[in-house]
């Protein structure tokens, strides 16, 4: 379905809409982490991979939730920009055959995802509040919230050394 399909009418539709980009592109992030683990050397980045992992998961859930509470069914939509990063993601870390590069350019590709995530929340807490609905916006908040952490982390990981070795 494209954005400004004919099923967009209102910022109701629009919202779930929205909400089903990023249910598909988090599912997607499920996928492509444990090769993202599998192919980071340092065992501090692993670990961070691996609670990033767990922690998607969560998203997931709470996304279930809020749309259950706006009266949907969860399902997804096509994601062709998380689908882009991820696919990049691929075509970088297959070229770097250094190990400590390697683990410079899945920083980097972490980031990219974490920033897809932090807009797309940032606006679904935006339409929720709009649409009066505190109570996913507040859901919505909580996933905004890890991803930003997420992303701190990541940077302070690459400032920490990581970067510096490579
Ligand atoms: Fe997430
Ligand atoms: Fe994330």
Redesign the pocket.
Known sequence: MGLFSKDIQTLDDLFVHQLKDIYYA?NQ?TKALPKMIDKATNPQLKEGFETHLA??KN?IQRLEQVFEMHGKSAEGTDCPAIDGIIEEANDVSGEVGDKQVLDAALIASAQAVEHY?MTRYGTLVAWAKQLGREDCASLLQQ?LD??KATDKKLTSMAESGINRAA
């Open positions: 988090e992030i922690g998607t998203h995530e996933n890890e991803e």
